[in-house]
């Protein structure tokens, strides 16, 4: 709760600048939950919009809060190898969070074998294990 006059910060993950890297692995997190006979509750595709610039104001702003400070933050980077990138990839929500510590090391395995696969299928050595991280942060005022 915020009284009229009161500040907000709101960072989101800007998905569209995701490598093509990052959305080869997100595409294969569907199959692999299937594989593994888990099921993970799926949100709607539009909540990975939240962090769009063109999106985050419009719903910061029919909750009654003008933005005074929009402005990105983007940092990115390599993995090594398979593994490494598995580790990283674990971290970018929920699904690929609780799919990836839910293997087993003999699963887990197979998993890094497919990403090799995957990284091998991208052509150019310059995009495989390439990954970005961009936020969009807001400060919004209580109207």
């Known amino acids: 709760m915020l009284r009229p006059g009161g500040r907000l910060a709101v960072s989101c993950q800007r998905r569209s600048l995701s490598t093509r890297a990052q959305d080869l692995f997100f595409q294969g997190l569907g199959p692999l939950a299937r594989r593994h006979y888990l099921s993970l509750p799926r949100f709607s595709s539009d909540r990975g919009r939240f962090g769009e610039p063109e999106v985050l104001p419009g719903i910061l702003a029919s909750a009654g809060f003008e933005v005074t400070k929009l402005t990105e933050m983007v940092t990115g980077g390599r993995a090594r190898d398979a593994r490494e990138w598995t580790e990283l990839m ?48 807001a400060i919004a005022r209580k109207s």
């Open 90 to 137: 674990a971290g970018a929500g929920p699904l690929p969070y609780t799919l990836i510590n839910a293997l087993g090391p003999r699963f887990r395995s197979e998993l890094e074998e497919e990403v090799e696969s995957a990284m091998a299928s991208l052509g150019d050595p310059d995009d495989a294990y390439r990954y970005h991280h961009s936020y969009l942060i």
